[in-house]
């Protein structure tokens, strides 16, 4: 079975950091592009950072440049999300997702989110002031 498991989120003071993991099972790992996504409450789901771990090409959103970085373990097939300097509007279910394919890292994030293959089931963020 394909399985995208996002886990690490949790409770955080603004200024504090958490760590993110997506475990990635059922299907090859070289072969997608991983991304993280976002959805704050009331607002639409975006696109925050993607990896080819092929290449470890990254991508990021303004939001979250400079204070989050994105890392492929490919022995593991896991993809982390290092999450430094929140702020209460990083507040949000953060979810991992798979799109196969050979794209540019770039080009994936810009991608619908229909074109994405596997999501895993959220994982919350929770930043207090």
């Known amino acids: 079975d394909v399985q995208l498991q996002a886990s690490g989120g949790g409770l955080v003071q603004a200024g504090g950091s958490l760590r993110l993991s997506c475990a990635a099972s059922g299907f090859t790992f070289d072969d997608y592009h991983i991304c993280w996504f976002r959805q704050a409450p009331g607002k639409e789901r975006e696109g925050i950072s993607c990896?080819?771990?092929?290449?470890?090409?990254?991508v990021y959103a303004d939001s979250v440049k400079d204070r989050f970085t994105i890392s492929s373990d490919n022995a593991k097939n896991t993809v982390s999300l290092q999450m430094n300097s929140l702020k209460p509007g990083d507040t949000a279910v953060y979810y991992c997702a798979a799109h196969f394919g050979w794209l540019d890292v770039g080009a994936v994030m810009e991608s619908p989110e229909y074109e994405y293959d596997y999501w895993g089931q959220g994982t919350l963020v929770t930043v207090s002031s």
């Open positions: 990896i080819s771990p092929s290449d470890s090409r990254t």
